[in-house]
Structure formats: structure tokens, C-alpha cells
């Protein structure tokens, strides 16, 4: 007697791939693109249960309560790095694997950070750029020769420092969660200070701190007090790291000149914020991690951890996985 063939595997894709990863996946398995079910809790409830894989945008969360929703998942995939925003314990208890694509925007990230250096150091190119050509020549500065801070050692800050020697900076830093002594720093060639030191000495301070809730407002007053005066300011971490009245009034009195942040939180500097109607900071929408090539990295990461997943035998897959970020006990500190 023949047995009705069970339906393909669904992927179910909030977040596009590239269009040959996605040719090589759907080449492999049933998928979905459905980019829109982001922006409707409900109806991706109902999508999501016949699905054996998702890839989500870092605006979905993924709880306890979603994977309720999701009895056949073993897989969750993200484009990006970070955790915070999945219950990685509930993925763990329902053997559901969590994928992210973790290194693929680290030189992307990187080399956003140095452009911004380059621009707030050389403030005429920016009126330039926004269509003044006769504006004021801007006495700008040179990287070669000045003092970088290196605020956290997440892997973009691997790759930045790299970027920075090459161009003549001295490398000075500071994680909260990296003791001064930890072979990382020699590795880097960044040399370990306390914080208070490494205000007080660095001409610019680039910012790819981990995240995690301790460390909400760490950037406060306290921290600002004690600024080189002049100091401009880049970052890719999240800007709930920053205490907005402390920074507000840093980017007024001259403490720091300039600041230019990726990616930060809704209503960090909306109106009726310290830093609304300040001329001196710049913010732009999570631009260093998207570059065609990061996006390439990380759609080909994602298809074959995905196609990985789903091809190995069941019980194989529910004995070995739990989420590709690493296990609680071995992770950072910054973000365990």
C-alpha cells in the first residue's frame, strides 16, 4: 500500500534573501516570501504553524508565547547579530535551532564606523554633501597621529582597529567586560585603560559595545565629565547606552564636538527628547550593516544553516542543536 508523500518542508522568509541564495533554497524546499506578515502579529501566528523554519527581522520577537504558535519549528534564522531579541532558553527548551548570520556584517560595520570618523573629522565634506558648495572652509583633522578610543570589544572593533593602525592612529580601550589583561588587547594592539583615562586621552571614541539591560544609560554624566573637550563620537551600539541628558549636554558645551550613531532606539532623539534639536548629532537607520556584500555573506549563511538543519535526521538534529549564538555559559559576559 503507498503512503501519501508528505509536503515539502516550509521555510517561511520575512526577511528577503539574495536572489541566488534564495534560488539555491527554494531549488531544496518549499518557501515563502512574506515580507508583510512582519507588520501583522496575527496573521504570521497562523503562518508561522505549518512552518519548519522562519527567517525574521530583528523587529520580530521571538517568545515563548510565538513558539506556541510553531509546533513544527526547528529553526530560527536572523540576518543580523544579537540576542535580545529571542527567549534563546524557550528556542533551547523546544529544541528549535536559533541561526544568525553573526559575523557577516562585522566589516561592513567597520568600515561604516571609519567613515564617520573620516566625516566628523572633515566636517566641511558634509556640507558639501548636503548640497552647500559654498560653504565655510572647516578646519578639519587628520586620523594619523590622533588617540581612538576603542569602547567595547565587540568583533566589529576587531576588524576597526585593524583600519585604524593602518592609518597611523594610537588605539586606546576600554570594555566593561574584558579584564586589562586578557590577551585580546595585545592581539589588537589596543592598549587597555580605565574609563575615566580613556575620556580624558582620546581625541575620538568609536562605540561597538555589547549590549545587554545592565548596561541601560551606562554613558551618563559620571562617564561625560570626564571628556578630552572637542571629542567626536561614533557608534554602532545600541543607543540605550547613552543617558540623553548626560549626552545632550556633552554635544552642548563643547565636551564633544560632534556625534555620529547607526541604528538607534525609536524616539532617542524624536521631539520633545534633550537631543532633538541638536545640529551636532548626526543619526543614521542600522546603514553599516548594509552593504550588498554583508547582505550576500549573511543570506548564504542563513541558506545553508537553514538547508542544514532541516536535511539531517530528526533525531540527530533535536540531540545536537540549540542555537548557533553561543551557550549561555560560554557567552561574554556583556551579554550572557
Known sequence: MFHTPVAATDILLLERLVPEALAWLEARHSVEVRPELATDASLLRKSVYKAHAVVLP????????????????????????????????????????????????????????????????????????????????????????STVGIFGLAPTAHTLALMLHS?????????????????????????????????????????????????????????????????????????????PDALARALTDGRIEAAMFDGAEAGFASRGSPLHELGNLFLTPRLGSHTRESRLRASWYVAHRIHETLSAPQHGVLDSLGTDAAPLDRMDPVIR
Not at 169 to 182: E, R, S
Not at 186 to 214: F, N
Open 58 to 145: 530583528r523587529k520580530v520577537v521571538v517568545t515563548r508565547e510565538f513558539l506556541d504558535f510553531a509546533p513544527m519549528l526547528k529553526a530560527v534564522a536572523r540576518m543580523h547579530a544579537g540576542t535580545d531579541n529571542t527567549d534563546l532558553e524557550a528556542c533551547r527548551d523546544r529544541k528549535v535551532r536559533v541561526i544568525q548570520a553573526t559575523t557577516a556584517n562585522v566589516r561592513s560595520n567597520a568600515e561604516y564606523l571609519l567613515a564617520s570618523l573620516l566625516l566628523l573629522y572633515r566636517r566641511g565634506i558634509g556640507s558639501s554633501l548636503i548640497g552647500d558648495r559654498h560653504a565655510d572652509i572647516r578646519l578639519g583633522r587628520e586620523l594619523n597621529g
Open 167 to 243: 592609518l597611523g592612529a594610537k588605539l586606546i580601550g576600554y570594555d566593561p567586560a574584558v579584564h586589562h589583561t586578557a590577551p585580546l588587547w595585545g592581539r589588537l594592539q589596543v592598549q587597555p585603560v580605565s574609563l575615566r583615562d580613556m575620556m580624558s586621552q582620546a581625541d575620538a571614541i568609536s562605540v561597538q559595545m555589547m549590549y545587554a539591560s545592565r548596561y541601560n544609560g551606562f554613558v551618563n554624566d559620571k562617564v561625560l565629565a570626564h571628556c578630552k573637550p572637542g571629542q567626536v563620537w561614533v557608534g554602532t551600539s545600541r543607543s540605550l547606552l547613552f543617558e
